[in-house]
């Protein structure tokens, strides 16, 4: 029987960051595989991106996180988008074959599926041809997107509940596009209530297919090909066509952008926040130093005994824990009480409320990197301090896995802290500078 180390026990370290852009290129040229590497540690088995796709997760940790985390910070939002409409493509695919088996040929909408977001309805007899998806229709598009937007955005924000489980609460709209103008609105415009267009495939295939299309995928050459080619060949919109891609896409979140999530996750404050407690640690292990060195000459050699070495160890302990903790991108105070500061969306979100919502264009045309440039010119200084923890919102996790990994890495801190502590009191004490020698 092979003995295993207990998952406390064993040291958590967060996973590395990779790029999306430059994996994807890696991936796409063969110069490496897409299945994960060995080195796939850090990732709790209840944070597994099989589960926040299934909303099994809170914040900061939700379906909805995610996709702000894709949209804003890692600018790769396509994939998930992409993702998500042909799960629930397929998933309305394949019960309204199931109902035709049974004799009834009716048309299954949206609302019917049994899947477990509200999918959208599947297109019916389209015809794949070069003019379809070489030309992005902007009306199309844009009810496409807005479908997609909407089924993630009022279905994926999860929060706790007493029981434990998370309960569905409505965020506001990512706008993934630009609203249309109130005259062409309709007033049932939801997307429980718009009906699918019939090229909505052609749309889909126009936007993330199609070289040099607007959201297309990183995908490799040939797989976009083979997919374009057997679309051409079923003119019914069989989702197998499209299952390849769905699978490279899936690979590259699961391996890549889902990593990086969960390092988000982890990293409970802002880089400013971890970088003043990170200092602070240092200063109190140096402080300690100073301390013993100061018993061990000051005045003179051999005036103080050698007990007198354990008044540095509440600072070598403390000192080191705060270390530790910095080394994997989270604030010790932070993760003591489980809280965290808002996240980049979140700041973004209750700054433009500030603002009166006169800069909500800018968030559709820039995001955050537009956002913070304007913020940094009216003072980097005063915007630094302000995203310092002793001076910005706390919020608490909601995720309980993550909370229970928070609380993983505060023990391991800690022990590290104190081990480290007591190491540097036992190596003083032999020191032949004291007035009792050992």
Not at 102 to 127: C, D, F, M, R
Not at 239 to 246: D, G, M, N, Q, S
Not at 294 to 312: I, Q
Request: aromatic share 10%.
């Amino acid at each position: 029987m092979k003995f295993e180390i207990p998952s406390w026990l064993s040291w958590y370290k967060k996973p590395e960051y990779r790029d999306i852009r430059e994996y994807a290129s890696h991936v796409s040229s063969g110069r490496r595989p897409l299945s994960p590497d060995r080195n796939s540690g850090g990732i709790p088995h209840r944070l597994q991106l099989e589960r926040i796709l299934a909303n099994k997760t809170c914040s900061p940790m939700s379906l909805y996180d995610f996709y702000m985390y894709l949209k804003y910070i890692e600018y790769s939002a396509e994939n998930l988008e992409f993702y998500v409409w042909f799960k629930n493509y397929e998933a309305a695919w394949n019960e309204k074959a199931a109902k035709e088996r049974k004799g009834n040929g009716e048309p299954l909408t949206a609302s019917q599926s049994a899947s477990s977001t509200a999918p959208i309805k599947n297109s019916e007899g389209v015809v794949i041809d070069e003019k379809s998806i070489d030309v992005v229709d902007p009306e199309a598009a844009h009810e496409t997107l807005n479908r997609i937007s909407q089924l993630l955005s009022t279905t994926a924000l999860c929060v706790a509940s007493s029981g434990g489980a998370c309960s569905i609460s409505k965020p506001p709209s990512p706008n993934l596009v630009p609203p249309k103008p109130e005259s062409t609105r309709t007033s049932a415009e939801t997307f429980s209530s718009i009906a699918a267009p019939n090229s909505e495939l052609s749309t889909v295939i126009s936007l993330f297919l199609v070289p040099n299309s607007p959201k297309e995928l990183n995908i490799p050459q040939s797989l976009r090909e083979q997919a374009l080619a057997d679309l051409r060949r079923e003119p019914r919109g069989d989702p197998a066509a499209l299952k390849p891609v769905a699978d490279h896409v899936y690979g590259l979140l699961r391996n890549c952008s889902h990593r990086n999530f969960v390092r988000l996750g982890v990293g409970n404050g802002t880089f400013e926040t971890v970088c003043v407690a990170t200092a602070l640690g240092w200063a109190l292990l140096v402080a300690g130093f100073v301390l013993t060195f100061c018993r061990s000459f000051v005045p003179f050699r051999g005036a103080h005994t050698r007990w007198e070495a354990w008044d540095a160890w509440p600072m070598w302990w403390l000192g080191m824990t705060l270390v530790l903790s910095g080394m994997r991108g989270s604030c010790f105070f932070l993760l003591l009480f489980s809280r965290r500061q808002r996240l980049p969306w979140e700041r973004l979100e209750e700054e433009q409320e500030e603002d009166g919502g006169e800069d909500g264009e800018l968030r559709l045309q820039g995001g955050l990197r537009e956002n913070t440039k304007r913020k940094r010119g009216r003072g980097g200084i005063r915007g630094t301090i302000r995203r310092l923890m002793i001076f910005d919102r706390r919020v608490r996790v909601q995720e309980r896995h993550l909370r229970i990994l928070q609380r993983k890495i505060v023990c391991q801190s800690l022990a590290g802290g104190a081990i480290f502590a007591t190491a540097c009191v036992a190596l003083f004490i032999w020191l032949p500078v004291w007035r009792e020698t050992i």
